[in-house]
């Protein structure tokens, strides 16, 4: 271990306890009255930015796990689950129970509405570093999301193909990228924001001059890639790039020199859920080390789970270059980000 | 002007046979009606004619040019005909210019020459006024005479009228037979003409030819088939007729059970059926008498005032119904005994 | 029945007469008040909120920031662009392959009927993304056939473009063109073209003097409705003009709700296409001036068939060919893409999977939820739409009450409304007391029902027109009361027009996407809905095997509903 690592791990530790100490409310654990209290209500309403196949995989399992409970699966695109959210909510309609999206700038709203009912789960309070948590107990990142580039490997040879931001600005790739949009898409928001904070909006400013093709949902770029509709995607989904591959398709992914954009998935339950101890014992389950191991299994996402194992032939997260999460700024950045994106892009 | 020649013409639907073996001459410049009730097949025959429909069998002739013949037909726009449909058929997207003026540009007549004549034949079906009209803007009447116009403006060898009049209410059907007839006289097309109306015929017609179950039943001047009814049919679809059956005794007298009748031609078959007509009219009836020659008693059934006559149903004393047109004055109640003359000069033996 | 017992009944009618009070008027005037608050109150809202700003004060703003800001402009003059091209690409394609079927006699007529039909029941949307599939410039099934051919290292056609999105639009708006051409060329009378005929005029003649000029009417009203259509349509434009760079005006008006939603600037953008709308429809008024085009009296009968002879084949072919491009190739694209293990796989044994199958009918929890949704919706829509049509028309056609002609009005105002402006429009009016139906399947059939209403009106006013009033009062003056007469008379006599309207608001409601994707929630979640969703992540297999389900069961329904009724064997969409 290193010595920075012994430091977060450190401070960490330290902002773990003093939040507990201060703020955080008591850890829940599952417990036979919590199972006895969901299988009464019977069902539990998942809204979520996630993968549809991730998704319905994880509420097989939790099905599995608490027969009699049922997992209904909403998916769309993360800023198309928040739209829906706040129209649900602004005419009184409490659907959902418990949320996961790719944008975690939308659990700064939601708390800040006080929307989210607070539940810490008692792995996230045993061994979820505070980065990863919201130190009120709202919500916890459920799952970590990467943003990389990727490239089709029949189309493209790995010593041609891009290695960072700056080499997609070669005019060799004009007509030839795929990216997926920050106004429907959480993941590409959080990136956008990241890539313009760290390397400058010079970047998509150049970008926008390389005829890229413009798909609204981060997953969409990757089927692209492997279609061969275009050679190289500038931004999408980590984990469905490495899913595509597991089928035996030709696609690689491309960490870049600049940093990978990090973004954390969080989780969280509603206040008004109108089956809220099973979305409790969804929410608690969905952060243990089976739930989470599945998910990184079966998703091939990330965690944050440190008891969690990267399967075999996938780089694992301390070995990448990541660029940092900062969801208040995106909060913030929203609306201007977004509008300065369709100027850029005309679309 | 055309000569026209049906032979032998059929057509048959699924082995029905809608026109049965029809021959018919019609000389040049004459006006021929084809008179029947719905369904007889006189339609078919003139759209045969026209070519609208192929015939199973026969042939169609004009000037001795076989037009149709089995599993062959000109095409309709190859046979200089015109023709005016039951319901006009006019084009409802042209004006009656338009519609009158149709013909002569197929013909590829110079404009100025085809407003020429438009107006003419307009000014002619005393339509002048209308010509910039759209037919949905006009009466039935105003499009009776268009379509009148666009036929007859082409000159054609043959000019066919499909129940020209049947739309048109009764004081404008009456002016328009007699409209037709001096257009005719005017323009003296060979011109077949269909209807149902037997006055309509009466008053366009030269030859008057009776159709039933897709045969022709008599054809003649109005007067032959009037007086001279040469079937069952004929004598009672023209004007009405009472139909009397019988045992011949000879040739000229017939038993038809309550009398013994003389016909004034002797020509049925001793021993034999058979049956004579009389019209209503020609049957008179008066208050009293005595048995005699063609004279019987009767009940009156049912008496009407007709205004000009009056209709009356009589029963004779084997219980059979006759008819008869009395003069107004004679006025004589339900159930009133009468005597009937049935002049032998008037009693015409049918054909079995 | 002895003296007693037949005194007994009459006297029994009698009292039944006397106590039954003539119920038609309040039925009627019920009917009425429905329909100006079913269409009313979502327009209502839509002009108070473009009136207005974020606080709720009356402005002109939201108009002079559309009509200045390039963002909104530069989609309004692609959305004109758009609509004249899928108007006039429709008319052109779909009025020659009408007379085709109608007055010649091309081989296979009823058949290319009934698959003109199919291409009718195909939602837009799904034929987007099947032509994604075969067109994307690089990936594209057909791109990759014609460089593999030719070694051009251009593509054929790129899908990603205007004339893609034009393309893939006419596809599925020229059916409409189709079967109102059809149906005209069906009804003129033999007469009309005998008189040309026997006047010298050959069969061509013939045709382009009387046939063709006749059926003007039906070829403007259809590119009318195309146009409305690709003005409309949000399904489309949305997957494939995102990906071309640009912007309709419903995907722009689809953006304006993204976080943080301007449903103010929403509804006032939706203003310029109801202005476009009235434009056409007085311009069409002008056009067809006074010519009277409904036909006068005239013989029906089997009209002649012009005789192709040697062009016979040729002309199928070309019909077949044409019909293969929103029929035959999108839907082998979609065959393949459901049994592909990822998109652009070739199609060998290593790449063949169940997977998607397996996804949909087990895996996937909404299949069950939006199959039973869509369904209900569809059955519910086409039945009370049906019956609600049937009584505005009835109204409109006889004039039985004052005010008919505001009625039919209200009835044809929603095609010009785009279905994600009456979504917003519907989800303004109904959020809130007395009537919070915003959650339920309730507010997606008022969606439904005000968006099929004008198609199922039209069809079955025409079919009123078709029936005497004298049939109506001959059973009126036997002492049927008005509704009773409806019933018994009209209806029965009105039967194919009957049936057409309802499968025509079936088939729209399986169709439909814009109002959808503005008022689902989770337990009211359609087919179409969740087919946008997948597409959003790119699950073309899900969508693939999703769509043919969908397409098999629409045609099942609209099959079976014409079968028990008698109408006929077979799909058809005709009448009136």
Not at chain 1, 307 to 328: F, H, N, Q, T, Y
Not at chain 3, 66 to 72: G, K, Q
Request: hydrophobic share 45%; proline share 6%.
């Amino acid at each position: 271990m290193r010595l920075r690592d012994i430091l977060t791990t450190g401070f960490a530790a330290l902002f773990a306890l003093a939040g507990t100490a201060l703020a955080q409310p008591a850890p829940t654990s599952i417990t036979p009255d919590l199972i006895a209290a969901a299988k009464k209500e019977g069902k539990v309403v998942y809204y979520t930015a996630v993968d549809v196949k991730v998704a319905e995989q994880i509420a097989k399992a939790f099905e599995e796990k608490y027969p009699g409970i049922k997992v209904q699966v909403e998916r769309s695109g993360a800023e198309r689950v928040f739209q829906r959210i706040g129209q649900e909510y602004s005419s009184k309609i409490y659907n959902v129970d418990t949320v996961n999206s790719s944008d975690a700038a939308h659990f700064v709203h939601w708390k800040r509405e006080g929307w989210l009912a607070p539940v810490v789960p008692e792995d996230v309070a045993k061994h979820y570093a505070p980065a990863y948590k919201d130190p009120d107990g709202m919500h916890a990142a459920w799952r970590i999301t990467l943003a990389p580039i990727a490239y089709n490997t029949k189309l493209v040879t790995a010593a041609e193909a891009p290695k960072s931001y700056a080499d997609l600005l070669d005019p060799k790739w004009s007509g030839k990228i795929v990216k997926a949009h920050p106004g429907y898409s959480g993941t590409i928001l959080t990136q956008t924001f990241q890539v313009s904070r760290d390397i400058g909006w010079g970047y998509f400013e150049k970008l926008a001059g390389q005829r890229v093709m413009q798909v609204q949902s981060a997953t969409d770029p990757p089927n692209k890639v492997v279609s061969g509709e275009r050679p190289i995607m500038s931004d999408g989904t980590e984990y469905n790039v490495l899913l595509l591959k597991q089928t035996g398709a030709p696609i690689e992914v491309v960490y870049p020199a600049e940093g990978t954009p990090l973004v954390v998935g969080p989780s969280a339950v509603m206040k008004n859920a109108p089956n809220p101890n099973a979305a409790r014992l969804f929410h608690i389950w969905s952060f243990t080390v089976e739930a989470q191991q599945k998910m990184v299994d079966i998703g091939a996402l990330r965690s944050a789970h440190p008891g969690v194992k990267e399967p075999a032939g996938r780089k694992p997260l301390s070995e990448i270059k990541l660029m940092k999460d900062d969801p208040a700024e995106v909060d913030k950045q929203s609306e201007e980000l977004k509008a300065r994106y369709t100027r850029n892009f005309k679309t | 002007m055309a000569h026209l020649e049906l032979r032998g013409l059929s057509k048959r639907y699924d082995g029905n046979a809608v026109v049965d073996r029809i021959d018919l001459t019609v000389p040049p410049g004459n006006l021929v009606c084809l008179l029947g009730p719905s369904g007889c097949g006189k339609t078919t025959t003139l759209r045969l004619v026209a070519g609208f429909v192929e015939p199973s069998d026969g042939e169609v002739r004009v000037n001795d040019r076989v037009l149709s013949a089995r599993g062959f037909a000109t095409p309709p726009e190859q046979r200089r005909m015109s023709m005016i449909f039951q319901s006009y058929a006019l084009w409802p997207h042209m004006t009656v210019a338009d519609n009158v003026a149709y013909g002569l540009n197929l013909r590829g007549m110079p404009k100025a020459e085809i407003g020429r004549r438009v107006a003419e034949m307009l000014k002619a079906v005393k339509l002048g006024a209308f010509a910039e009209r759209y037919p949905g803007e006009m009466s039935g009447g105003q499009q009776q005479r268009a379509a009148l116009a666009r036929a007859l403006i082409v000159e054609p060898e043959i000019l066919l009228l499909d129940e020209p009049l049947s739309n048109l209410d009764a004081a404008l059907r009456e002016e328009m037979r007699f409209e037709i007839r001096r257009l005719h006289d005017a323009y003296r097309y060979t011109t077949v003409y269909v209807t149902h109306d037997q006055a309509e015929a009466m008053t366009t017609a030269d030859l008057i030819v009776v159709m039933n179950q897709g045969r022709i039943e008599q054809a003649g001047s109005a007067e032959d088939v009037y007086n001279r009814p040469r079937s069952t049919f004929v004598a009672a679809f023209l004007g009405g007729a009472n139909i009397l059956k019988g045992r011949a005794i000879d040739r000229a007298r017939l038993d038809v059970g309550p009398a013994i009748l003389r016909c004034a031609e002797p020509s049925f078959t001793p021993g034999g059926e058979a049956s004579l007509s009389i019209r209503y009219h020609e049957v008179k009836v008066r208050a009293d008498g005595a048995a005699g020659d063609n004279r019987l008693e009767a009940r009156v059934v049912r008496q009407t005032f007709l205004g000009s006559l009056r209709d009356l149903a009589l029963e004779l004393a084997d219980g059979t119904v006759i008819r008869a047109s009395a003069p107004p004055d004679l006025a004589v109640p339900p159930d009133a005994r009468v005597w009937v003359d049935l002049p032998s000069e008037r009693c015409r033996p049918l054909p079995s | 029945m002895t003296a007693e017992t037949l005194a007994t009944g009459v006297g029994q009618r009698v009292r039944h007469r006397l106590g039954r009070l003539d119920l038609s008027l309040p039925v009627l005037v019920a009917t009425a008040i429905f329909l100006a608050l079913l269409i009313g109150l979502p327009v209502a809202w839509l002009i108070v909120y473009a009136l207005t700003n974020r606080s709720g004060a009356v402005t002109f703003s939201n108009f002079s920031t559309l009509a200045s800001d390039p963002a909104f402009t530069e989609p309004l003059v692609t959305t004109l662009i758009l609509c004249f091209s899928v108007a006039t690409a429709a008319a052109v394609v779909a009025s020659p392959i009408a007379w085709l079927v109608s007055r010649t006699d091309l081989p296979g007529r009823r058949t290319i009927r009934a698959l003109m039909t199919a291409s009718f029941v195909t939602p837009p949307f799904l034929g987007a993304i099947a032509w994604e599939i075969l067109a994307a410039p690089n990936s594209g099934i057909l791109n990759q056939m014609w460089r593999g051919l030719t070694g051009s290292p251009d593509p054929l056609f790129d899908i990603y473009t205007l004339p893609g999105l034009i393309f893939v639009i006419a596809c599925y708006t020229s059916p409409y063109v189709f079967v109102l051409v059809a149906n005209a060329l069906d009804r003129i009378p033999a007469d009309l073209e005998d008189a040309a005929g026997i006047l010298g005029a050959s069969r061509w003649r013939t045709t382009i003097t009387v046939t063709i000029p006749l059926v003007v009417p039906a070829i403007l009203a259809g590119a009318l409705i195309a146009f409305l259509q690709a003005m409309t349509l949000f399904g489309s434009p949305a997957i494939l003009a995102l990906p071309a760079g640009f912007h309709t005006v419903t995907t722009k008006i689809f953006s304006l709700f993204q976080y943080p939603p301007k449903p103010q600037l929403a509804a006032a953008a939706a203003l310029p296409l109801l202005v476009i709308t009235v434009m056409l429809l007085v311009t069409q008024a002008r056009l067809l001036g006074r010519r009277g085009y409904t036909v006068i009296g005239g013989k029906a009968g089997e009209p002649r068939r012009l005789a192709l002879g040697r062009l016979r084949i040729p002309a199928l072919i070309l019909v077949l060919c044409v019909l293969s491009l929103p029929l035959t190739l999108p839907y082998a694209a979609l065959l393949k893409a459901s049994v592909s293990s990822f998109p652009g796989a070739p199609l060998a044994a290593e790449f063949l999977t169940w997977r998607h199958v397996n996804f949909v009918f087990i895996e996937f929890s909404q299949t069950r939820t939006a199959f039973w949704n869509t369904l209900v919706l569809a059955l519910g829509t086409a039945t009370l739409g049906t019956m609600l049509a049937l009584a505005i028309s009835y109204l409109t056609a006889r004039r039985a009450i004052a005010g008919s002609r505001f009625l039919e009005f209200l009835a044809t105002a929603p095609v010009a409304i785009p279905g994600i402006v009456l979504g917003v429009g519907l989800f303004l009016s109904y959020t809130r007391p007395p009537l919070a139906l915003y959650g339920t399947l309730w507010i997606l059939l008022l969606a439904f029902l005000t968006i099929e209403l004008p198609v199922a009106f039209q069809q079955l006013r025409s079919s009123f027109h078709a029936v005497h009033p004298e049939l109506e009062e001959a059973s009126r003056i036997l002492g049927a009361g008005r509704l009773t007469t409806l019933a018994r008379i009209t209806a029965p006599l009105l039967k194919s027009g009957v049936v057409a309207a309802w499968c025509f608001i079936f088939i729209g409601v399986v169709r439909e996407l814009s109002a959808a994707i503005m008022l689902f929630t989770a337990n009211t979640k359609v087919l179409s809905v969740v087919i946008y969703d997948l597409n959003e992540s790119g699950d073309l297999g899900a969508i693939a095997v999703l769509g043919t389900t969908m397409l098999l069961i629409t045609f099942a329904v609209v099959g079976f509903a014409n079968w028990i009724s008698g109408v006929g064997s077979g799909v058809r969409l005709r009448g009136g």
